[in-house]
Nanobody
Framework: EVRLVESGGGLVLAGGSLRLSCAASGFTFRDYALGWFRQAPGKEREGVSCIGSFYEGSYYADSVRGRFTISRDNANNTVTLEMNNLKPEDTAVYYC?????????????????WGQGTQVTVSS
């Protein structure tokens, strides 16, 4: 059974930082593209960042580029999203995703696997 479990969400002041982690199990982690999506109330789901397996690159939405960093640890089956200089518009539920497809993507067909989500709230 595939499982993606997010952690690290919370409430932070604008300009602050948070680190989201996703623990994965039930599939060959190193072979999968991974990513983070978010959805704010009343808005469409948005691809935030993704990272391919092995030598594939990482990608970011324009709204977060330069502030967020995605990384993966294939030894421990985790993917992390470091979020700095957070803004109120970053407030959303953040979802960890995984898919055997390559390279990773931020728009288009949905990823095969999704976590339950973790709430990030940025106050001004």
């Amino acid at each position: 059974e595939v499982r993606l479990v997010e952690s690290g969400g919370g409430l932070v002041l604008a300009g602050g930082s948070l680190r989201l982690s996703c623990a994965a199990s039930g599939f060959t982690f190193r072979d999968y593209a991974l990513g983070w999506f978010r959805q704010a109330p009343g808005k469409e789901r948005e691809g935030v960042s993704c990272i391919g397996s092995f030598y594939e690159g990482s990608y970011y939405a324009d709204s977060v580029r330069g502030r967020f960093t995605i990384s993966r640890d294939n030894a421990n089956n985790t993917v992390t999203l470091e979020m700095n200089n957070l803004k109120p518009e970053d407030t959303a539920v953040y979802y960890c995703v995984a898919d055997p497809g390559e390279p990773c993507w931020l728009a288009g067909r949905p990823y095969d696997y999704w976590g339950q989500g973790t709430q990030v709230t940025v106050s001004s």
